[in-house]
């Protein structure tokens, strides 16, 4: 019986340390408040699917490094983006550099699969091409404002999407309605005339996040 009991002890080490963590354990959403200078839009991020882009959102987050960057990138009826540390406080002397800016810490292209492209999703912006910049993301995020399969199929597999809005939709599709401006000849009008601010990123609990709305896309045209 003593054989037994060790074996026994033994199966049940390996189901715990080894088994459990990676096929067991499936760690719960964390949530974030985005403030922004037009409301607060609320966010589920999923570690299950993406953790080091999660984890690397929230260390970011907690550092503060959020705080007071401008939403960049805003093309209607696609995308609105910011994370971009060049834009921070929005001073126009540095326009001409917004959007290539991040983070010190890169992390890699995160795809499971269950997540993809729709209206409300937030996914990690990167540099490079779909063969050489699969794993350069930093810190710029999108949230995506439509659906749309042509979007979808270009996005998905080649972008970590890690999370959605789950209050605070209308708040987006405001930041999308913003004037924008070209930021260089031949390219869309996708910078905003009048900075619109991320002022910054709280994670909160569980308990402290609003019940979830039903998800919606952006009126056509934003």
């Not at 999660?54 to 960049?72: C, D, T």
């Amino acid at each position: 019986m003593g054989g037994v009991a060790v074996v026994a002890v033994l199966v049940l080490l390996l189901v715990y340390f080894v088994i459990y963590p990676d096929y067991i354990y499936v760690p719960p959403p964390v949530y974030a408040k985005i403030g922004t200078s037009l409301g607060y839009i609320y966010a589920e991020l999923y570690p299950s699917c993406a953790p080091k882009t999660v984890n690397n959102f929230v260390s970011l987050a907690n550092q503060g490094f959020y705080n007071n960057l401008v939403w960049h990138r805003i093309v209607p009826g696609f995308v609105i983006q910011t994370g971009d540390p060049n834009t921070r406080n929005g001073v126009n002397s540095t326009r001409s550099t917004w959007g290539s800016g991040g983070s010190n810490q890169t992390v890699p292209l995160e795809w499971c699969g269950s997540l993809h492209n729709y209206a409300g999703y937030f996914g990690m912006a990167r540099q490079g091409n779909q063969t050489t910049g699969l794993d350069s993301g930093t810190s710029q995020f999108y949230i995506i404002l439509r659906n749309d399969t042509t979007n979808e199929l270009a996005l998905d597999g080649y972008y970590t999407v890690f999370g959605k809005v789950i209050s605070g939709m209308s708040v987006v599709c405001a930041i999308a309605k913003v004037k924008t401006l070209q930021a260089a000849p031949n390219l869309p009008a996708s910078e905003p005339a009048n900075p619109v601010f991320m002022k910054n990123v709280t994670m909160i609990s569980a308990a402290a996040a609003p019940t979830p709305q039903p998800m919606t896309q952006c009126p056509a045209g934003t």
